[in-house]
T-cell receptor, first 114, second 113 residues
């Protein structure tokens, strides 16, 4: 069965410093992995996705994530935080091949300090 | 370029009242979903529809019914609202391309008093 764990419920960084949001997953096969961002009172917007091509995935707004099979991780990074990055971030893993399920992490709230 | 559209965005109901959340997508996707989002619990699947005319229960279907009216529309109905159904509801649809990405609506904030 698939599962996903976001290791930090809250992360605070200063504007201009790097961002690291951590996600570990469990899957019995090679999954698809996603990061979504949710700004207050908004829906979830796709940041990036991994689908067994390149292990380093680049997304929108300068975010990227690296798929590490040996560590079962898919951490989200950004070199320099911007105030507009303050939001909640969700790591998502697709379900077993052929099913419709997506498993959502519980979210990491990113705070960016001026 | 609407994507997934949900209505209403905000609603307050009294316990026992009924209401329907509407959802439509213009991306020609086959699969559609209804999720609820509660603090600290991520998103939980209420119902899923693989295609027009088919629906399946998700993790938390009790108290809800759905209708897949056509390929575009997937509605969620609360027959007798309860305070435990106070939540944010998201409709989503899934692409059939690489990675099977799901796309979300803007959400519907429902309060049951």
């Amino acid at each position: 069965a698939q599962s996903v764990t976001q290791l930090d419920s809250h992360v605070s960084v200063s504007e201009g410093t790097p961002v690291l949001l951590r996600c570990n997953y469990s899957s019995s096969y090679s999954p698809s992995l996603f990061w979504y961002v949710q700004h207050p009172n908004k829906g979830l917007q796709l940041l990036l996705k991994y689908t067994s091509a390149a292990t380093l995935v680049k997304g929108i707004n300068g975010f990227e994530a690296e798929f590490k099979k040996s560590e079962t991780s898919f951490h989200l990074t950004k070199p320099s935080a911007h105030m507009s990055d303050a939001a909640e971030y969700f790591c998502v893993v697709s379900g077993d091949s052929g099913t419709y399920k997506y498993i959502f992490g519980t979210g990491t709230r990113l705070k960016v300090l001026a | 370029n609407a994507g997934v559209t949900q209505t209403p965005k905000f609603q307050v109901l009294k316990t026992g009242q009924s209401m329907t959340l509407q959802c439509a997508q213009d991306m020609n996707h086959n699969s559609m979903y209804w999720y609820r989002q509660d603090p600290g619990m991520g998103l939980r699947l209420i119902y899923y529809s693989a295609s027009e005319g088919t629906t399946d229960k998700g993790e938390v279907p009790n108290g809800y019914n759905v209708s897949r009216l056509n390929k575009r529309e997937f509605s969620l109905r609360l027959e007798s609202a309860a305070p435990s159904q106070t939540s944010v509801y998201f409709c989503a649809s899934r692409s059939t391309g690489s990675g099977n990405t799901i796309y979300f609506g803007e959400g519907s904030w429902l309060t049951v008093v």
